[in-house]
């Protein structure tokens, strides 16, 4: 600890460390005891991105869905008729003229939705620990769940169905206390077009269809009966908070934003398109006049949705498919969901095998040690009524939830790296849990250092119950006797500290300055310290100079900084000083003649001081001093 200062000065802080904070901390295992206690990783910054003339949403808008940790999936369709899967359409080559009788013609695999209760399938969702559901609204056959009004659409109003599930669900769902998510996909098998949208180049298909210059009117048809079925999604049905994206991209092949000339799937769509969308189907920004693109579309309507990146916009979080278990690093500085099926295919198909349960827990804990939220999916049948061996496998899922949801909800993973196959760990506000997989042996285990915080508690989060623990000098604690019987896919053990896992951002919230403001757009320095990376300070103009200061109150101990630039890739070279009382200043870390170009850069340093100023002093041709997040540590911490 150094000697306080006088009242004019401040001790000169060691920048020991400047790096970007995506780098991912290295993992203290138990075989490598350190001699002191090491400090905690950060949780690195996730900065919203720019794409196609949207931004991504903000951590305040996604933070129901990184706490929600698991959601319900649930893929019904046409499909779910002759019950082979939702690709039996694709994958038998099937006309459009002979799969529409699997809803028209009467058999043992008509689709009739006669026993269609959406409120079962919420309270299937509640029974297994979900958050939120998403329901196919429409998949790759094309056919919509609800009455659509364009012209050529194939939809559920149209006769013998008659219905409106899409209405139903998100009432049953919103009645249960759930978000409601819907499954959209802007391609359909039901358009010759969708594999030649230029009419020049026809691309292999199932169906034999071969280059004809009527396709390009084809897909332009298809794409405007997107346009108004995504908009009548986004304003029929009240608060859609999760939109859910499939099947960007053309003809199965490339990805999703190799498409995006065709959907458009941005803000504002080109006017000289070569693939226009008639007005009847178009809306525009109120601002500009310009015509809007489907994630404008979406947005205009349902400001706080979030949305999957498969429409070929980079989308709000990254999703991983499959039954694949996660492993490796936590997916850091991002949102990221991973969706499966228990079910074998995603739609309903007779006869396969449900996932077993260890399986299932497998995916799901790997998943949230990871900081990664779970999208699990069931298939109903033709009838609407989910297969009773499915909805026993997810009931053992909420059975877990209600005895260690604690460990799951609201957390993030970390504050350490997890061991492929062995253990992970999950933290939430001053406690941590250590989650132990089938692939761990013994009753005890050590984990990490746990820096200057002290330990306070050790229990079994099943039971409530204490359990025996040592800390040792370099601050990693012992704990045994470990009941690894009770719940063998994840014994769970929760460890209480004295103070936040996480160090906490002492300038948060604080009194802000600078030297100039941006205030037409609202760049304020207080959007620097109000804890959200999507807001920003910015200088009134492009010199060097300006500078942004904030109070922290009462004089601190200073650990170090984190700063979030406005932009990435860019040069800013800066100075961090430090003062006692706003009149003497003293330099903490010199970043003058900086030539990184990280967007988030962290100095570690030791200093006395109550107020903190970020002086910029270099800046490349076209940039303004603009600082999305300044935050000040009072704790020792590693990035």
Same mark, same amino acid.
């Given at each position: ?205 199932? +169906? %034999? &269809? ?10 332009? $048809? #298809?794409?405007?009966? !997107?346009?108004?079925? @995504? ?114 295919? +995603? %739609? &309903? ?10 399986? $299932? #827990?497998?995916?799901? !804990?790997?998943?949230? @040690? ?270």
């Amino acid at each position: 600890m150094s000697e306080p200062p006088s009242r004019r000065t401040v001790l000169t802080g060691i920048a020991a460390m400047t790096v970007a904070a995506a780098t991912s901390p290295a993992l203290a295992t138990t075989a490598h005891a350190a001699s002191s206690p090491q400090p905690l990783p950060l949780l690195p910054l996730r900065i919203p991105k720019l794409n196609l003339g949207i931004e991504q949403q903000s951590d305040e808008k996604i933070q129901w869905l990184q706490d929600a940790k698991l959601g319900m999936f649930i893929h019904w369709g046409v499909y779910s008729g002759p019950a082979k899967g939702e690709w039996y359409m694709e994958n038998a080559a099937i006309t459009p003229e002979n799969y529409r009788k699997y809803v028209t013609d009467g058999s043992s695999e008509q689709f009739t939705a006669s026993a269609y209760r959406p409120a079962d399938w919420a309270q299937l969702a509640k029974d297994m620990g979900a958050k939120y559901t998403v329901l196919t609204a429409r998949h790759h056959d094309g056919f919509a769940l609800w009455p659509s009004t364009h012209p050529n659409a194939w939809h559920a109003g149209q006769a013998p169905l008659q219905r409106d599930f899409v209405s139903q669900y998100v009432t049953a769902v919103r009645a249960a206390g759930l978000r409601v998510g819907l499954y959209y996909s802007p391609l359909s098998w039901r358009y010759p077009g969708y594999y030649d949208v230029r009419g020049t180049n026809c691309l292999p298909n199932k +169906w %034999g &269809y071969v280059t004809d210059p009527a396709h390009k009117e084809n897909a332009r $048809i #298809m794409k405007n009966e !997107v346009y108004q079925q @995504v908009r009548e999604l986004v304003t029929q049905y009240g608060k859609i908070d999760d939109l859910w994206w499939d099947g960007g991209w053309l003809g199965q092949q490339g990805t999703d934003a190799d498409a995006a000339f065709f959907w458009e799937p941005g803000k504002f769509r080109d006017p000289s398109n070569e693939w226009p969308v008639d007005s009847a189907y178009s809306e525009s920004d109120p601002a500009t006049g310009k015509p809007l693109g489907l994630t404008g579309l979406a947005r205009k309507h349902q400001p706080d949705i979030v949305s999957t990146l498969r429409s070929g916009w980079i989308g709000d979080f990254t999703s991983e498919e499959g039954g694949s278990v996660p492993s490796g690093a936590i997916r850091t500085g991002k949102l990221a969901e991973k969706c499966f099926t228990i079910g074998g295919t +995603w %739609g &309903y198909k007779a006869g396969a095998p449900v996932m077993s349960f260890g399986n $299932i #827990m497998n995916i799901l !804990v790997n998943a949230w @040690v990871r900081n990664m939220t779970c999208l699990l999916n069931v298939g109903p049948d033709r009838t609407g009524a989910v297969p009773a061996d499915q909805a026993a496998a997810v009931r053992r899922v909420g059975s877990f939830l209600s005895t260690c949801g604690q460990a799951v909800y609201g957390t993030r993973g970390g504050p350490w790296e997890p061991v492929d196959g062995q253990y992970g760990f999950t933290y939430k506000d001053n406690t941590f849990y250590v989650h132990l997989l089938p692939g761990y042996s013994g009753t005890s285990f050590t984990t990490p250092s746990t820096g200057d915080a002290h330990v306070t508690r050790v229990f079994d989060v099943a039971t409530g119950t204490g359990l025996p623990y040592t800390v040792g000098s370099d601050g990693r604690v012992t704990i045994t006797g470990v009941n690894r019987t009770r719940i063998p896919e994840d014994s769970v053990v929760g460890v209480t500290l004295d103070r936040s896992v996480q160090p906490a951002d002492i300038a948060a919230g604080k009194t802000a300055t600078a030297s100039s403001e941006e205030t037409s757009k609202g760049n304020t320095a207080a959007r620097a310290v109000d804890g959200s990376t999507a807001t920003r300070w910015c200088a009134n103009n492009g010199n060097t100079g300006q500078w942004l200061k904030v109070d922290l109150g009462s004089q601190k101990s200073l650990t170090g900084t984190r700063i979030a630039w406005e932009s990435a890739g860019t040069n800013y070279r800066y100075r961090i000083e430090g003062s006692t009382d706003n009149a003497g200043w003293t330099t903490l870390a010199d970043l003058t003649a900086t030539t990184d170009t990280s967007q988030v850069r962290v100095s570690v340093l030791s200093a006395q001081a109550r107020y903190v100023r970020v002086t910029v002093t270099g800046l490349p041709s076209g940039a303004w001093a603009s600082i999305r997040s300044l935050e000040v540590y009072d704790r020792p911490f590693s990035a």
